[in-house]
């Protein structure tokens, strides 16, 4: 299984990105999917985890939104209203935990790349 991670940049302050995610090699409708992010000195950490239920970091509430399409087997997190602490590389991941939600990542499958988001002020 590769997931491929796309759709980073560099944003303004209040600004909107969409990050994609595919999924080549098996089907992933019985994985939870999601992103985390990692920035310079700091923990990677869940931001936003689509499967039997929808998770996402306060930080991000009313902002983010992760969906999936199954078909294209690819899972989109749209973020909005960026802010300068969303700077991060972002990182889809895969886990077969289908029912919980798992912050630790330990409990994810697979990987994609990481995709840099930089939100300037």
């Known amino acids: 299984v590769q997931l491929q991670a796309s759709g980073g940049g560099l944003v303004q302050t209040g600004g909107s990105l969409r990050l994609s995610c595919v999924a080549s090699?098996?089907?992933?409708?019985?994985?939870?999917m999601g992103w985390f992010r990692q920035a310079p000195g700091k923990p990677r950490e869940l931001v936003a985890l689509?499967?039997?239920?929808?998770y996402y970091v306060d930080s991000v509430k009313s902002r983010f939104t992760i969906s999936r399409d199954i078909a294209k087997n690819t899972v989109y997190l749209e973020m909005n209203s960026l802010k300068v602490e969303d700077t991060a590389v972002y990182y889809c991941?895969?886990?077969?935990?289908?029912?919980?939600?798992?912050?630790?990542?330990?409990?994810?499958?697979?990987w994609g790349q990481g995709t840099l988001v930089t939100v300037s002020s």
């Open positions: 689509r499967g039997g239920r929808t």
């Open positions: 991941a895969a886990s077969a935990y289908y029912g919980g939600t798992y912050y630790d990542a330990i409990y994810y499958d697979y």
């Open positions: 090699g098996r089907a992933m409708n019985n994985y939870a």
